[in-house]
């Protein structure tokens, strides 16, 4: 069976997990390498907007994990934590292929997005070099060291812009880069070098996050670019070469996840820290779902997932950990496939731990949730997971009565760890609140409370979506980004937020915990888990269909 290689961020390749250093270096010294599809070459040969069949990965970084931990074997049954209470990682599943800390361009999936001609001469030796930092959380905008950079941000310099991101769900198919493009390292740090120097335009982007400016290169060492210049934005406005996430809200009445983007300043936040959804007009559209929606909702959620249109206006729908106020549109199959077509249009769902039903209903082989909170200790029983078998694939219909609720039993988590190793290396070493103090802490991405858990992960699994033109199965492996035990039993440690990629070319995330519970300042290390992974599921893939 074929396990496809995945793509990410605009220009990306797809990232086998096991490269050789040697593709790196001929990629920082402007020579061809291959993309995601059909042909190689850099983006000014030609044919440069064909797909390519691969992309070297980037250097595992240097987390200081055991290397005998497997965290990306694709196998059919991921366990999450096995059986046993060894306290043993399970293995991740690692579909991701993130980008990390070396520089290796990646792509958009945009049709147009060649750099312009070949600028590099003998004698060339123009550049920059700077930090991405994330919308709302740069130097100067939070306290010192409490700053979040970006890691695995595409940087390249263009003698034209760049194509503008289409405004709703679109599949972001990967595509050869431009020459001499670079991505951000696991501090956010890049630099680009080796243009003629004359205008260009500096493009930063990751995801569906960009900003386009222009600047002047001249000859000498890489000059050090301003915040204000590598920051990705907080506001959509691509006239102005702004480019944001159209994103959707359901405000939901347990996890206040729109407080997490307030505080990357899309919309303000109050004293306490928390959101205030009027100022959001603009930036994000609110959808009631049981919270307080602070009377600008534009409509509710059964609203919005019985109109595939209005689905298709965004790249990102949040439906954050609530009560029952809309569950019941899930017994239409017309609705289920309105979901079931969003992502596979490219459109991505994100979801949290009450709320769970809106991804497992939908999507019921790739995760299998536990039976009660407490993994069976207190042994309620609960009708929780939906089956694999509530989605007839040949039919395109679901059994309703095998649906589960995906409501558990509330836990807290002592020792949750990061295993997705892009992701573990961006997160080690940040400062900031933790879940259970307002005093800065400096993060330990191996070892860190996650609070608010409602339900478990008992198990991922590998499942096969569809077949490729010459009918070889396709397999989607989910990603499992963070594990955790749980506070009465702290092993084995299972999975607590997954993404998988079950049709078609978008994303479901799921989460076990309430990503952000009470009102408080900055940002702690389970919120900025979403932080990263908003712009991490908006970057490109290969369609699968």
């Not at 009450?354 to 909170?373: C, K, M, R, T, Y």
């Not at 039993?409 to 879940?435: F, H, R």
Request: proline share 8%; hydrophobic share 35%; with cysteine.
């Amino acid at each position: 069976m074929y396990r496809k290689p995945r793509c990410f961020t605009t220009f990306a390749f797809c990232a086998p997990r096991t490269r050789t250093a040697a593709l790196l270096t001929a990629l920082l010294a402007g020579l061809p390498l291959a993309g995601c599809g059909n042909a190689a070459g850099s983006a000014e040969d030609e044919g440069a907007n064909e797909q390519v069949d691969e992309r070297p990965s980037r250097p595992r970084p240097d987390t200081g994990d055991d290397e005998d931990r497997d965290t990306g074997n694709a196998a059919d049954d991921v366990q999450g934590g096995g059986d046993s209470d060894t306290g043993e990682s399970p293995d991740t599943g690692d579909d991701s292929g993130s980008p990390g800390d070396a520089g290796v361009p990646v792509d958009t999936g945009v049709s147009d997005t060649t750099s312009g001609p070949d600028t590099s001469e003998p004698g060339a030796s123009g550049g920059f070099t700077g930090t991405v930092w994330a919308p709302g959380n740069a130097p100067g905008q939070v306290p010192a060291g409490q700053e979040i950079p970006v890691s695995g941000a595409l940087v390249y310099l263009s003698l034209t812009p760049p194509a503008p991101i289409p405004q709703q769900a679109y599949c972001a198919a990967c595509q050869s880069p431009p020459a001499r493009a670079v991505l951000s390292d696991s501090r956010g740090q890049f630099t680009v070098q080796g243009y003629v120097p004359g205008r260009y335009w500096l493009v930063v982007e990751k995801g569906q996050f960009r900003r386009e400016v222009q600047v002047d290169v001249v000859e000498g060492a890489p000059a050090l670019l301003p915040v204000e210049q590598t920051q990705l934005p907080s506001r959509n406005a691509p006239s102005e070469g702004l480019t944001t996430p159209r994103i959707a809200m359901a405000v939901g009445a347990s996890d206040h996840l729109e407080d997490i983007l307030g505080k990357m300043n899309m919309g303000d936040i109050d004293s306490s820290g928390r959101y205030v959804p009027e100022s959001g007009t603009g930036v994000l559209d609110i959808y009631s779902n049981g919270g307080s929606d602070g009377g600008v909702a534009v409509g509710t959620l059964g609203d919005l997932v019985r109109d595939p249109a209005r689905l298709d206006d965004y790249h990102i729908i949040f439906i954050p950990c609530s009560g029952n106020s809309n569950t019941s549109v899930l017994n239409d199959q017309a609705v289920l496939r309105n979901l079931r077509n969003y992502v596979a249009a490219g459109g991505n769902l994100y979801v949290t731990d009450w709320s769970g039903e809106w991804a497992d209903n939908v999507f019921p082989a790739q995760i299998q949730l536990g039976s009660s909170g407490f993994g069976g200790i207190f042994g309620f029983g609960e009708e929780i997971d939906t089956p694999a078998s509530a989605y007839n694939a040949a039919t395109n219909t679901w059994n309703t009565s095998q649906f589960g609720t995906a409501d558990g039993d509330s836990y807290d988590t002592p020792n949750a760890e990061v295993v997705e190793p892009y992701m573990q290396a961006w997160l080690n070493g940040q400062q900031g609140p933790t879940a259970n103090s307002s005093s800065v802490s400096t993060y330990n991405a191996l070892s860190f409370e996650v609070t608010g858990n409602w339900n478990f992960i008992e198990a991922v699994t590998a499942v096969e979506v569809g077949t490729d033109g010459g009918g070889v199965p396709i397999i989607d492996t989910p990603t499992v980004w963070v594990i955790g035990g749980q506070d009465l039993r702290p092993t084995p440690k299972r999975p607590l937020t997954v993404s998988y990629e079950p049709a078609g070319c978008g994303r479901v995330v799921f989460s076990t915990y309430h990503t952000t519970g009470g009102a408080h300042i900055g940002l702690v290390p389970q919120e900025r888990v979403l932080l990263y992974l908003i712009m991490e599921i908006g970057t490109c893939r290969n369609p699968k269909i």
